[in-house]
Structures are given as C-alpha cells and as structure tokens.
C-alpha cells in the first residue's frame, strides 16, 4: 500500500519539482517502487524524466476531467523503479472545469487509490498556487513535504501554507499529516540562508528534515537532459543530498533499518 506524499508550496521557484523527481527517483534507487504525479499545468516533473509534454496525449487531466483509468496513463521512465503519470497543458483548464463537477475536491484522491497498490510510494508535484489541483492534491496524500528556500521571503508564505493545510484537515483530509519542511538551495558562504536554517530549526524542530539541499550546478543542469540527479551524476553533492532525505523519509516511515550513525551520508566537496 503506497505511502502518498505531496510537494507543496504556493510560492514559486522554491524547490518543488526538483524535490519530486530526485526525492522520487532515490527512494527507486533504495529498490522502493515509486510513482510520480505531475500536478502542474507547467509540465516540468514530465520533462524532468525525459518526456515532452508536447507529445504526451493522455495525461492527468484526462483522468480528473474525463474520468480515465491511470493505469492507462502512466509512463515508465529510465530511472530504476519510477513510473510518472504525467501532466500537459491542458491542465491549466481544469481548474475551470473542477468548479461545477461534484466532490471536486476529492478526484485526485479516487484515481489514486487505484493504483495504491502498485507502489510504495507516490509523490505528487504541485503547481505553485493554492488552487483546486494543489487542494486535491492535499486531499489525496497522507502528507505533505514543504520546500523552503533558504531566504527570508520563503518564511513569510509558509505561514500561508500551513494555515490551508490545517483547512484541508478540518474540512476534507483529517489524516493529512506533515512529512516534514524541507530547506532547499542552501549557500552556506550566505549569512541570511544560515539564519533561515536556525530559525526554520528552532520553530520547527522536529518537523525540519535534518538533510538540507544545497545549491548545486549539476542538480540545476539535469531538468535540461531530462534525468533526475541520481541518472545525471550520481557522485554530486545534489544526488548525496537527496539519497539523504529519501533515507530520512524512510526512517520515518519505519521502512528501513539504517543504523542512526550511518544516516546521513557526508558530503565535503562538491559541485
């Protein structure tokens, strides 16, 4: 039975899809079958993983809107054990057409639970908004990861977000939990992502991943081959970054039995 995880945060260009293919293709690494929901009319998490949103016929939106088997939908990549279900423009529509369909909050949730069994886990990409796909999204999952870019005006939305969280848990997913906030595009040279990181750990505590995601060249460059990093380079600071945090979710989850010296892997150097 998967585990479903979203990826959210309504401010834009924080980490979201970077998190959703790299968290998604190291836990395929550790031999955990995972799925990929691209929930974002922009389509990155499909080309992330080397498919042209241009070509991709039937997507997501097929399956909210027209009531289309996932099954039929979804796309393996060439990442080891990861599968997408992948997004196209026509997304972008659906946020339109949800208003007059019936619980239209929970379609996401239905189509999913479809394919719970396939997996062990299923992470869904977010757009950066607070629209009826992001709350379908937070509707379906069992929790939720928020990526934080180590600067100050990240802080301030994050407020926002866990106010429609505790919503979606009043009104529609009491079972939604937090997976964890997780910093992202950290520059440890800056005074001001330092700050952000001590601040984030002392009102968070445990609720903030221990790994951190620092910013990487080569995590950058991957999106344009279409790999996730653990395909593109597999010995850069961004790939031991994310096999980090997929070794992290997975102890919290209890599904490994990594002792608690050996989890994190340290990384000095690095691009």
């Known amino acids: 039975m998967a585990k479903i995880i979203t990826i959210a945060n309504q401010k834009g260009g924080v980490g979201k899809t970077t998190t959703s293919i790299n968290l998604a293709a190291a836990l395929g690494v550790l031999e955990k079958k995972t799925l990929i929901v691209d929930a974002d009319p922009q389509a990155n998490a499909t080309s992330g993983v080397g498919f042209d949103p241009k070509h991709v016929k039937t997507s997501i939106y097929e399956c909210l809107i027209n009531d289309v088997e996932p099954r039929d939908i979804i796309l393996t990549t060439k990442s080891p054990n990861l599968d997408i279900l992948p997004a196209h423009i026509d997304l972008v529509g659906a946020e339109i057409e949800l208003i007059n369909l019936p619980k239209r909050e929970t379609l996401l949730k239905y189509a999913l639970e479809k394919l719970k069994d396939d997996y062990d886990f ?150």
């Open 122 to 271: 299923i992470i869904i990409d977010c757009s950066p908004s607070l629209g009826l796909i992001t709350i379908n999204s937070l509707t379906a999952a069992d929790s939720v990861i928020i990526p934080v870019q180590c600067e100050y005006f990240a802080l301030e939305g994050l407020g926002k977000l866990l106010n429609t969280i505790k919503i979606v848990q009043g009104r529609l997913n009491p079972e939604l939990g937090i997976e964890g906030i997780l910093l992202t595009m950290y520059d440890t040279r800056l005074r001001l992502a330092n700050q952000v990181v001590e601040e984030v750990k002392m009102h968070f505590q445990q609720l903030a991943f221990d790994t951190i995601i620092h910013r990487n060249t080569r995590l950058g460059e991957a999106p344009s081959y279409g790999e996730p990093i653990i395909i593109h380079d597999a010995s850069c600071k961004g790939s031991i970054n994310y096999l980090n945090l997929a070794r992290e979710v997975l102890q919290k989850n209890k599904l490994t039995r990594i002792d608690e010296n050996d989890k994190i892997i340290e990384v000095e150097n690095g691009l």
